[in-house]
């Protein structure tokens, strides 16, 4: 799928930065003033950091072990190593990680000690000069990627929710016209099959009629749940139980944060039927997609799902972007069918600058716990 093949496009970023430091190391060794020795302490660095993204903290401890070394390393031997540092810079910045400013700023500083213990004075300002520079590309360049990234995510995960919104539509339409008039005329073949003065080839044609329309309303009917079921996620395995339900909303959470959003996530639920796992878990897909296509960039959003007293409460909340919406065609029609065969209840309110989604599906009674219903 597509945002897999970007994942993994991305994921070169940091090998393709640790390359060219590598060579550039290379190149000073053997062809400048260096040596073996020299390349060892400068090239172990950005080994460890070509491993920033696929192992974000183990890379960056033994990175930073690395460059503190420096500071007990001869001048003469410790060159560009210490920038390796800029890499994870770059990885923290793009991939948001809680607290980059202060290992940001912690990097900095053992860089610059190691750049003030150039010998030669008038190396230093050079030296601070090139740091703080590579700092500001580092830092801008994953802000761009990450906006770039996030750009991307959002209009692959825009473009499928609109063949998703398709899809439902011409089952809508489908259901409303040509599986309506099949069942209609099945209907009304049976009922000239009760007339008594009919002629028997007349009837052995009704009766083909009603059963050729039967089976096609049937066949019809199975096709429109396909098509309103139908979604680019793979061919999984429906939630079942509180486990699976978790695993399917974890796969939710993960798209809002690729799009650039900030979820909270709540899950409160002992136990839960087949039916009411999946009503839940579609409940969720159609929300966050509310969420992605609606909410102002980069906005923080909430899901909760929680059980008291004996219902099912699934809430969603996220900030109004102050546009004008119908949010009865929003793609929601469809779980709103689920909830009411489940006799539960539907809201969607606009309030204080937020949207909240809410549904409430009661628990079986405890003597139906073991129905799949």
Known sequence: MMPTSRALR???SEPLLAALALTLTTVLAFVGSGGATYWFINALPFLSAAFAKRFVWQSA???TCLALLGLC????NMGIGAAALLI???TLIRLRIKHATWWTT????????IAMKTPNSSEIPIDV???FTGSAIAVGGAMLLRSGEERVATTEELGRQKLISYRFEMARELHDTVAQTLSHTAMRAHLALTHPDLPEKIRVDLERIAFDCNTSAYDLRNLISSLRTSNSGGCRTPPSDITTLAAETKREVDRLERAGFSPEVTIDIRNITPTRALTLSKITHEAVTNMIK?????????IILREEQGEL???YVNPDSGKKENRNRLGLLGVQERIRQLRGSFEVDRNDGLWRTIAVIPQPPASLSGNRN
């Open 10 to 12: 991305s994921d070169w």
């Open 61 to 63: 401890v033994l990175t």
């Open 73 to 76: 390393t001869p001048t003469e």
């Open 88 to 90: 994870h810079v770059f």
């Open 106 to 113: 912690i990097w900095i500083i053992i860089m610059l000690e």
């Open 129 to 131: 000069a090139s740091l």
């Open 294 to 302: 609606h909410s102002p960039p980069r906005s923080s959003v909430s």
């Open 313 to 315: 409460i699934a809430e």
